[in-house]
């Protein structure tokens, strides 16, 4: 049998980590031969609901959940641990400005970047998903100096799977032919949904659907606002999608991702692409043995360069609104 995997999930009580438990501790994310243990962090007021979370983990009997650990001190939490899938954020409250809301959420991943850099393996794969993803991802790295920075990564796979539905119902194809989407930069409604390089057994996309102002119109907005539309229409945000998205995002960095293709992930530029150095940003990325990779030499158009410099100014707005919260420069 194979050693455990310590796998964190920060916001395990929310409304993800009940989409994202079940399905991690059937070894939906890491296979069905790998026992897992799960480091189940929440805040204090929440720990009654975590407790009967665990309470159905322990009654599905799951044959891969070797141990699960709760608690609502981030130290505990990560010690030790190969995975971090950190959910658990401040939501917007009403009357909350959005400066706030960094202020709050820079406080969190503060703290948990510290966490992890004291406690986690050094070689973990932090995964943050909680909004402003890309921003989170970004603090918490700035508080992990002793980790290397390519164990970072913000979540724009949620996005990315919207895009490959949508082209897969207007084109009447299976989503798995679909290949090189992109959703350059930031998990927000300026992010680039980006079809050019986008194929179908070789073919472009684009010319399959001849129609631009289809794209324009409906495809880039319809993915750029989907989780306002998920809230309209359900009363609360997207759950299942995004714990699926979650699985999506960590089995492809562990697994590899398929050959002769790619998938978005918000990672931290090398300058590629004209992104200045360090920012968490939307990238085609491949995975190798663990290791993420930005996809290189990708043609631009000057139409595409000025969105994906859109989406680039939001971020840069969000890093310096909590600059000053950040140890290091
Ligand atoms: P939720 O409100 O149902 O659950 C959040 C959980 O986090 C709560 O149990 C809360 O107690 C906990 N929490 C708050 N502060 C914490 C802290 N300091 N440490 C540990 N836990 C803490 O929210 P839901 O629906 O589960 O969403 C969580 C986050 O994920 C939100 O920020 C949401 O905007 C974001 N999200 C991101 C997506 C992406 O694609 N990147 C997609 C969907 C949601």
């Not at 603090?139 to 390519?150: E, G, S």
């Not at 290949?179 to 927000?188: A, D, L, Q, R, V």
């Not at 004209?274 to 990779?293: K, L, M, N």
Request: proline residues 5%; contains cysteine; charged residues 20%.
């Amino acid at each position: 049998m194979k050693p455990p995997v310590r796998v964190a999930i920060t916001g395990a009580a929310g409304q993800i980590g009940y989409n994202l438990l079940f399905r991690i501790a059937a070894g939906d994310m890491l296979g069905n031969d790998q026992p897992i243990i799960l480091h189940l962090l929440d805040i204090a007021a929440a720990q009654h609901i975590l407790n009967g979370v665990v309470m159905e983990l322990h009654d599905c009997a799951f044959p891969l959940l070797m141990d699960i650990v709760t608690t609502d001190d981030p130290l505990i939490a990560f010690t030790d641990i190969d995975i971090a899938i950190l959910v658990g954020a401040r939501p917007r409250a009403k009357g909350m400005e959005r400066k706030d809301l960094l202020s709050a959420n820079a406080e969190i991943f503060s703290i948990q970047g510290k966490a992890l850099n004291q406690a986690a393996n050094r070689n973990v794969k932090v995964l943050v998903v909680g909004n402003p993803a890309n921003t989170n991802a970004y603090i918490t790295l700035k508080n992990a100096p002793d980790l290397p920075i390519k164990c970072f990564s913000a979540m724009l796979r949620l996005d990315h799977n919207r895009a490959l539905s949508q082209i897969a119902l207007k084109l009447g194809q299976p989503v798995s032919k679909i290949k090189k989407m992109i959703i350059w930069g930031n998990h927000s409604s300026t992010q680039f949904p980006d079809l050019s390089h986008a194929e179908i057994d070789g073919k472009k996309i684009l010319s399959l659907i001849e129609d631009q102002s289809w794209v324009e119109a409906y495809f880039i907005p319809t993915v750029q606002n989907r989780g306002t539309a998920i809230i309209e229409a359900r009363g609360s945000s997207s759950a299942a999608s995004a714990a699926n998205a979650i699985i999506n995002h960590i089995q492809d960095w562990c697994f590899d991702t398929k050959k002769d293709d790619w998938v978005t992930m918000g990672i931290p530029s090398d300058g590629s692409y004209d992104i200045p150095e360090g920012v968490i940003y939307g990238f085609p990325a491949t995975c190798q043995a663990g290791t993420y990779h930005i996809v290189q030499g990708l043609e631009i158009n000057n139409i595409a360069k000025l969105k994906m410099f859109a989406t680039y100014q939001e971020l840069l707005e969000e890093k310096n609104a909590i600059k000053h919260l950040l140890p290091r420069q």
